[in-house]
């Protein structure tokens, strides 16, 4: 049931970036599973691990980091900008971005991020006191 699921979640938001505590319409607790999958990976056969890397498994927290960034500098190279605010996002894949640089102000506030995560995310525009 729970990589049936992945396809599912994958066909339909094209990743597998699970918000937490993420129930499918089945009822079946699916962030559960996509967290169990990460934990067990050293015990999954390595035709399940490809089958989950076909369809966007990300496995760690700097995996989800680093897709996250890539899709803030692809934003910043086509707009020469980061939105500063939820009302720059028009679209779903830009609320998307903006919750998540949201985050990164947050951490940066906070001091959670690393100095190269802070020196990469000035690099592509990224403005601190929002």
Same mark, same amino acid.
């Given at each position: 049931?729970?990589?049936? =699921?992945?396809?599912?979640?994958?066909?339909? =938001?094209? =990743?597998?970036?699970?918000?937490?505590?993420?129930?499918?319409?089945?009822?079946?607790?699916?962030?559960?599973?996509?967290?169990?999958?990460?934990?067990?990976?050293? %015990?999954?056969?390595?035709?399940?691990?490809?089958?989950?890397?076909?369809?966007?498994?990300?496995?760690?927290?700097?995996?989800?980091?680093?897709? =996250?960034?890539?899709?803030?500098?692809?934003?910043?190279?086509?707009?020469?900008?980061?939105?500063?605010?939820?009302?720059?996002?028009?679209?779903? %894949?830009?609320?998307?971005?903006?919750?998540?640089?949201?985050?990164?102000?947050?951490?940066?506030?906070?001091?959670?991020?690393?100095?190269?995560?802070?020196?990469?995310?000035?690099?592509?525009?990224?403005?601190?006191?929002?």
């Amino acid at each position: 049931m729970g990589f049936r =699921n992945a396809e599912e979640y994958y066909r339909t =938001n094209g =990743n597998l970036e699970i918000p937490a505590g993420y129930q499918c319409d089945n009822g079946y607790w699916f962030y559960h599973w996509i967290q169990t999958q990460r934990a067990k990976k050293d %015990t999954l056969s390595p035709e399940q691990i490809s089958r989950l890397d076909a369809i966007g498994m990300i496995w760690t927290k700097e995996d989800l980091w680093e897709r =996250n960034f890539q899709k803030a500098q692809l934003y910043y190279d086509h707009r020469g900008t980061l939105p500063l605010s939820m009302s720059e996002c028009e679209t779903e %894949t830009a609320h998307t971005l903006c919750r998540w640089l949201t985050r990164q102000r947050t951490s940066h506030t906070q001091g959670l991020l690393t100095a190269g995560q802070t020196e990469r995310l000035e690099a592509v525009g990224m403005v601190w006191d929002q």
